[in-house]
T-cell receptor
């Protein structure tokens, strides 16, 4: 079985400050990891993924995430937050050994960036 | 710019009525997913198809929900009879299974309200 935990329901940060949205995962094998963002009244949009290789993954809109196998984490980061980054962020995982294509999503973390 | 489309975007109906939601996946994508999003449960996978064949619908209440893909350009999710607890946003997503490197592309969702 695979699972994802996003321990924070909400993260507040001031514009211009760095931001981190936390994610930990559990899979029986090796993971594929993803971050998605959801703006109000919209569907989820793909931000970035880790499949293999470099542990630091760069994605859209200046976001990046670091895969840490020993801590089973995949935290989302951005050096300087924008008000327009305010949205709901989802972490997702899939076990590489799984025969299915399904992703397991976390509950989501609301990011609020204040001016 | 290829996108997943969903109709209707909003639906208000009375308890006991049939509801049909439609999804047009991105051309060439061979997997289609149906999700339900609520404040309480977050994002739940209801069903998914690969090459139009249902692979997993364990997340769906079988007595009232049904999902089909009549052809490669159309996926449907039907609720009959609808109940107030079905009120949620229903998302369709499509993807292309090519090794492990794929993402799911989400539609804008159908916001269902059952009174």
């Amino acid at each position: 079985a695979q699972s994802v935990a996003q321990p924070e329901d909400q993260v507040n940060v001031a514009e211009g400050n760095p931001l981190t949205v936390k994610c930990t995962y559990s899979v029986s094998g090796n993971p594929y990891l993803f971050w998605y963002v959801q703006y109000p009244n919209r569907g989820l949009q793909f931000l970035l993924k880790y499949i293999t290789g470099d542990n630091l993954v760069k994605g859209s809109y200046g976001f990046e995430a670091e895969f840490n196998k020993s801590q089973t984490s995949f935290h989302l980061k951005k050096p300087s937050a924008l008000v327009s980054d305010s949205a709901l962020y989802f972490c997702a995982v899939r076990d590489k050994n799984s025969g299915y294509s399904t992703l397991t999503f976390g509950k989501g973390t609301m990011l609020l960036v204040s001016p | 710019d290829a996108r997943v489309t969903q109709t209707p975007r909003h639906k208000v109906t009375e308890m006991g009525q049939e509801v049909t939601m439609r999804c047009q996946p991105i051309l060439g994508h061979n997997t289609v997913f149906w999700y339900r999003q609520t404040m309480m449960q977050g994002l739940e996978l209801l069903a998914y198809f690969r090459n139009r064949a249902p692979l997993d619908d364990s997340g769906m209440p079988k007595d009232r929900f049904s999902a089909e893909m009549p052809d490669a350009t159309l996926a449907t999710l039907k609720i009959q009879p609808s109940e107030p607890r079905d009120s949620a946003v229903y998302f369709c997503a499509s993807g292309l299974r090519a090794g492990g490197s794929y993402e799911q592309y989400f539609g804008p969702g159908t916001r269902l309200t059952v009174t």
